[in-house]
């Protein structure tokens, strides 16, 4: 059974980083596009990005509004993705979900997120 | 910058339909955007509902249905449940490799 179990959300100051880690079960982590998702609070979802799989070439895509500044990998070793979150701004504040990418481009398996707060 | 609109509410009586919608601000939706569709409750994970315009995910009932009416993305409920209520969000897949979420459709059933 696949499982998206997401964790290393906290509270951090501006400027400040963090890591997330979404444990996956069920499949080999670089076998699979995967998606970060994430939502403010009371807010929609915005995506953030994605890594296409190994065989595709484990590349990497961002929205505008993190790109340069958060960066997607995954390790198969802990079987595990991660967001790496740098130069945090108070608008980054928001649950962040894992989600598995299926053929064609929806987002299939959610994780149940991971509150991120950037406060001063 | 694209955006994706959807209609912020919708009230829907028990046993009735509701047609939500997901536009772009310039231009028209079609199957090349691949829209998909997701529900969220309070506090849970969002859901897959739809995808490649109109197909149900697994054990989603059939009640829910989604197609392109004219130049938007369209999901409907027929004979609407109480636990129908949820916001609901499409997606658009763009041609620069990037998703687009629309900003989501509370529906209340009453």
């Known amino acids: 059974e696949v499982q998206l179990v997401e964790s290393g959300g906290g509270l951090v100051k501006p400027g400040g980083s963090l890591r997330l880690s979404c444990a996956v079960s069920?499949?080999?982590?670089?076998?699979?596009?995967m998606s970060w998702v994430r939502q403010a609070p009371g807010k929609g979802l915005q995506w953030v990005g994605r890594i296409k799989n190994k065989s595709d070439g484990g590349t990497t895509d961002y929205a505008a509004p993190v790109k340069g500044r958060f960066t997607i990998s995954g390790d198969d070793s802990e079987n595990t993705l991660y967001l790496q979150l740098n130069s945090l701004k108070t608008e980054d504040t928001g649950v962040y979900y894992c989600?598995?990418?299926?053929?064609?481009?929806?987002?299939?398996?959610w994780g149940q997120g991971t509150l991120v707060t950037v406060s001063s | 910058q694209t955006v994706v609109t959807q209609e912020p509410s919708f009230s829907v009586s028990p046993g009735g339909t509701v047609t939500l919608t997901c536009g772009l601000s310039?231009?028209?939706?079609?199957?090349?955007?691949?829209p998909s569709w997701y529900r969220q409750t309070p506090g849970q994970s969002p859901r897959t509902l739809i995808y490649n315009t109109n197909i149900r995910s697994s054990d989603v009932p059939d009640r829910f249905s989604a197609s392109i009416l004219g130049n938007k993305a369209a999901l409907t409920i027929t004979g609407a449940q109480a636990d129908d209520e949820s916001d609901y969000y499409c997606?658009?897949?763009?041609?620069?490799?990037?998703?687009?979420f629309g900003g989501g459709t509370k529906v209340t059933v009453l």
């Open positions: 989600t598995t990418l299926a053929n064609p481009a929806y987002f299939h398996r």
């Open positions: 310039s231009g028209s939706v079609s199957p090349t955007y691949y």
């Open positions: 997606a658009l897949f763009m041609t620069s490799g990037i998703w687009v």
């Open positions: 069920g499949f080999t982590v670089s076998t699979a596009w």
